[in-house]
């Protein structure tokens, strides 16, 4: 399986960015999907997920109503939706695929907030 992220960049604090993952080589309608990230200096961590069937969940707090996650089965693409963004934000942007107990990872896209 393979997974390409696009969408990172630079933003300013209260801007907006939508970050993409395209996948292929397995069946991703399927498969549970994941956004993680990794600060500077710190461990990657899940961010949240979103079952095949479109069941969310969030693990990070401090996103909460700021993040959401979306996927279209059509595209086989994952999406993070991401709004109000803060310095805190900053961090290598992670997808990841679990599907029959294989998991997949991209290799990551930039988020930078600052002024």
């Known amino acids: 399986g393979q997974l390409v992220e696009s969408g990172g960049g630079l933003v300013q604090p209260g801007g907006s960015l939508r970050l993409s993952c395209e996948a292929s080589?397995?069946?991703?309608?399927?498969?549970?999907m994941s956004w993680y990230r990794q600060a500077p200096g710190k461990e990657r961590i899940l961010v949240t997920f979103?079952?095949?069937?479109?069941?969310?969940?969030n693990r990070l707090d401090s996103v909460e109503g700021r993040f959401t996650i979306s996927r279209d089965n059509y595209k086989n693409t994952v999406y993070l939706q991401m709004t109000n963004l803060k310095p805190e934000d900053t961090a290598v942007y992670y997808c990841?695929?679990?599907?029959?107990?294989?998991?997949?990872w991209g290799q990551g896209t930039q988020v930078t907030v600052s002024s």
């Open positions: 990841s695929a679990l599907r029959a107990g294989n998991r997949y």
């Open positions: 080589g397995f069946t991703f309608s399927s498969a549970t």
């Open positions: 979103i079952t095949g069937d479109g069941v969310i969940t």
